[in-house]
């Protein structure tokens, strides 16, 4: 079945989530009541009988064919955008030196959201710069992930999947951005450059390093822009 989020049935060609139902539904998760409620609901057709949430967004074609589009808790909201993860997912894994990727939406201070890329390289290895031209040629600037953290593989639960609460923040751990460090001179400069990295959480800037390439969004300007009137005038 294709249900909304009232679990009504939807018509062919409209997105919903994918439950499944009949003999092939398990009793549930073994030793996890929570999930087992979580996802093995009743079911709203059938008295006494149970249908499994799967979590995947689907819809029927007019031929009858069921079509996957994505996981339903793959969509995010960041600063007023809806973005796919997996679409972006899906892109950073096309970079011919990107062996696997994982992406998630962290929110390590309040109210500063943002997109995280897990990588695990090849080489040779890219920067920041490089990922980001590349997904450039297909996604909008508002879907490229503020920081790209290497890892040497990604970490995974006992089920195979991909463990989200291992993965570290990405301060002190990112990508380098393939600028060139050119250490700022004067004191105007050294206070600019010490403002971007309280805000952007950064080890450290240079005169080269552009804003947005660090990890800036247009929140952290704003701050960045508030923090420079009142030490700079």
């Not at 398990?26 to 009541?33: D, T």
């Not at 079911?43 to 996981?71: I, M, Q």
């Not at 952007?200 to 800037?205: A, N, T, Y």
Request: hydrophobic share 40%; aromatic share 8%; charged share 25%.
């Amino acid at each position: 079945y294709v249900l909304d989020a009232e679990r009504n049935l939807l018509p062919v060609g409209v997105a919903g989530e994918l439950y499944v139902g009949g003999l092939g539904v398990a009793r549930g998760y073994w030793k996890r009541p929570e999930l087992t409620t979580e996802r093995f609901v009743s079911d709203p057709f059938h008295a006494g009988e149970r249908l499994y949430r799967t979590g995947d967004r689907a819809r029927w074609l007019p031929d009858g064919v069921l079509t996957f589009l994505s996981r339903a808790d793959d969509q995010v909201k960041i600063r007023g955008f809806r973005i796919e993860l997996g679409e972006v997912e899906a892109a950073v894994r096309r970079h011919p030196a990107v062996k696997d990727a994982f992406l998630m939406a962290r929110e390590d201070s309040p109210g500063d959201k943002r997109l995280v890329a897990y990588v695990v390289l090849g080489e040779p290895a890219p920067t920041h710069s490089d990922l980001s031209t590349f997904l450039a040629e297909g996604l909008p600037p508002y879907m490229l992930p503020s920081a790209y953290v290497p890892l040497s593989a990604l970490p995974l639960s006992t089920n195979g999947k991909v463990d989200a609460k291992a993965l570290p923040a990405p301060e002190g751990a990112r990508l380098a951005s393939g600028v060139a460090y050119a250490q700022p001179q004067s004191a105007v400069e050294r206070s600019v450059a010490a403002i971007w990295a309280s805000v952007l959480k950064v080890e450290r800037v240079g005169l080269n390093d552009n804003f947005f390439e660090l990890g800036g969004n247009s929140l952290l300007i704003a701050q960045a822009h508030r923090r420079l009137k009142e030490e700079l005038g």
